[in-house]
């Protein structure tokens, strides 16, 4: 019979903008309806800088405490009522590091069941834990809110940690993609056979007219916020939908309006706080291991190594915006 470990490492954040103390702590077990994790490898979202820094009182995540949203990793071990896993699976998710809910910067973690899915057999553990904020966040307000279709004009404002997953999405289902973003991410919007349009040599109506003949896109997914959202109110067509994952402004609704748009806010973390909807995130995850297994979804990975050791070096990277794709950390076992 193998040994349910009774210890694990974690990096512990005991108050806001001090260093992670690396800590040897209790390992938990899982409950009911959980699932024990041997993790594999953790990605860091801007977010967490901002949990780190005491700037994100929605995520409801007090300290001290262990952050780290993502997570792959494998199985170790299964609750009562867990049908769906079993130990030696591979898996991935968004499951904590948020809500009090311990984060995945530990080297094992009792994670909801309904919050995971097998990991695609084509990603590393690596990509696996790059996916699903990202991905999850670009498929609510794409798939869910927007209901994209085949042959739509999709416009992306930024193509970052949720915006290239979003060009991807789109295409999948076979929209023409716009991504707006600075340009030196022109090759990386190419590559995913999405049109660029440079954010700073081109405006709001030049992009309009020369892209939809005025007409407008029928969906405008912002990721940026702000000016974004205001960007996007003008950029969308009439009847068309705006959807944003950083709409917390006030803005005028009068762009919106005259196009008889319609628009919705996507809050991803909202399963994982309040326990409403979270089996609907394991199916979202389900179809990134379809689409990645059919090679239509590639996540951009920062190709620089990072360990529990060097965790402060990966969250400068996230503040000073020098990362090239998710930051992800190996987690030692």
């Given at each position: 019979m193998k040994t349910i470990p009774t210890t694990m490492e974690a990096l512990v954040l005991n108050e806001t903008n001090s260093e992670f103390v690396h800590a040897?702590?209790?390992?938990?077990?899982?409950?009911?309806?959980?699932v024990l994790v041997r993790v594999k490898a953790s990605s860091v979202n801007p977010l967490d800088l901002k949990i780190k820094s005491g700037q994100a009182p929605h995520a409801r995540h007090p300290l001290p405490a262990v952050?780290?949203?993502?997570?792959?990793?494998?199985?170790?071990?299964?609750?009562?009522?867990?049908?769906?896993?079993?130990?030696?699976?591979?898996?991935?998710?968004?499951t904590g590091g948020v809500g009090g809910l311990q984060g995945s910067l530990a080297t094992f973690v009792a994670v909801d069941a309904d919050l995971l899915a097998l990991k695609p057999n084509n990603l590393t553990m690596r990509e696996a834990a790059a996916l699903p904020l990202g991905f999850i966040t670009a498929w609510e307000g794409l798939v869910d809110r927007a209901q994209v279709q085949a042959r739509q004009k999709v416009l992306v404002l930024g193509a970052g940690?949720?915006?290239?997953?979003?060009?991807?999405?789109?295409?999948?289902?076979?929209a023409e993609v716009f991504a707006v973003d600075k340009a030196a991410k022109h090759s990386q919007i190419e590559e995913l056979c999405a049109t660029a349009i440079d954010r700073h040599q081109t405006t709001v109506e030049e992009?309009?007219?020369?892209?939809?003949?005025?007409?407008?896109?029928?969906?405008?997914?912002?990721?940026?916020?702000?000016?974004?959202?205001?960007?996007?109110?003008?950029?969308?067509?009439?009847?068309?939908?705006?959807?944003?994952c950083l709409g917390w402004g006030s803005h005028s609704l009068g762009p919106l309006s005259f196009r008889a748009a319609s628009y919705s806010g996507v809050f991803t973390l909202l399963p994982i706080l309040t326990g409403e909807g979270r089996a609907h995130h394991g199916a979202i995850l389900r179809e990134a291991k379809r689409l990645a297994e059919a090679g239509k979804i590639t996540?951009?990975?920062?190709?620089?190594?990072?360990?529990?050791?060097?965790?402060?070096?990966?969250y400068a990277h996230i503040e000073n915006r020098t990362a090239n794709g998710k930051i992800v950390v190996d987690v030692a076992e």
């Open positions: 040897n702590m209790i390992c938990p077990a899982p409950g009911a309806g959980q952050l780290g949203m993502d997570v792959a990793g494998i199985v170790e071990s299964v609750g009562h009522g867990v049908t769906a896993f079993k130990p030696q699976d591979e898996v991935f998710g968004m940690g949720v915006g290239h997953l979003a060009i991807q999405i789109a295409r999948a289902f076979g992009y309009v007219k020369d892209h939809t003949d005025g007409r407008g896109f029928d969906i405008v997914y912002d990721t940026v916020g702000g000016v974004g959202i205001d960007a996007a109110f003008n950029a969308v067509s009439r009847f068309g939908h705006v959807v944003s996540p951009v990975v920062d190709p620089r190594r990072f360990s529990f050791e060097t965790i402060a070096e990966a």
